[in-house]
Nanobody
């Protein structure tokens, strides 16, 4: 069955870095777009970064552009989110997702079929 498992979350000081791996199984990894979303208390889930099928391109929310990097390792069926220069406003639960969004919909949660359970990131 399909599984997406995030890890790597934790508490970090502002300006620090974290790397979030998302290990996947149960679906053809290279046939799907992969995304990272986050949700802070009282806020809607927002798309943070997306990587297109086969890693052919990436997109980022303006709020993280230049600080976050999404990548994938096809041999390990794993997608990563490298987060640098973290800010307090990056505090949220982070989720990875797999789906088939149209180009402009990479940051739309409804476009993704499979989701992980999330990992908490707290920046102070």
């Amino acid at each position: 069955h399909v599984q997406l498992v995030e890890s790597g979350g934790g508490s970090v000081q502002a300006g620090g870095s974290l790397r979030l791996p998302c290990s996947t199984s149960g679906f053809p990894f290279t046939d799907y777009c992969l995304g990272w979303f986050r949700q802070a208390p009282g806020k809607e889930r927002e798309g943070v970064a997306g990587i297109y099928i086969g890693g052919t391109g990436t997109s980022y929310a303006d709020s993280v552009k230049g600080r976050f990097t999404i990548s994938q390792d096809n041999a390990k069926n794993t997608v990563y989110l490298q987060m640098d220069s973290l800010k307090t406003e990056d505090t949220a639960m982070y989720y990875c997702a797999a789906g088939s969004p149209y180009g402009g919909d990479w940051n739309k949660a409804y476009a993704y079929n499979y989701w992980g359970q999330g990992t908490q990131v707290t920046v102070s």
